[in-house]
């Protein structure tokens, strides 16, 4: 049988995301939790005012600020390095395969790294 080269970190990093710790309250609970206190909330609400209907401004301001807050959880949870949060999605991607939940949760914090559309004070 032949070994992978990356087979430990493989195995590492699978281990630090399961279906039943994301479920768990843990990465992407942490992500939304973080996402949505007062502190980040304010900072994304004030980007997203800034940046209006103009999507250049809202990937200069506001998914930044996004994927600053993301970087930081996941590397609570043992995702490290620039490429820590390709890695993070491309295995939540393939456990999403597995649990709905899992899915929702996904989706929610998705919406916070793409502006809302048909935004009422637009109108």
Known sequence: MI???NKDFVMA???NLTVSQAKAKDILQD???TLQ???IN???SGARDQAGNDMVKYMQLVFPLVAQVQAEVIEKHGFYGERASVAFMQMLKNLET???ELVAMSARVREYFLPQLGDPKDS
Do not use: F, G, R, V
């Open 3 to 5: 070994s992978h080269p």
């Open 13 to 15: 990093a699978t281990e």
């Open 31 to 33: 992500l939304l939790q």
């Open 37 to 39: 206190s007062d502190e």
């Open 42 to 44: 304010e900072k994304i």
């Open 98 to 100: 597995q649990d709905p």
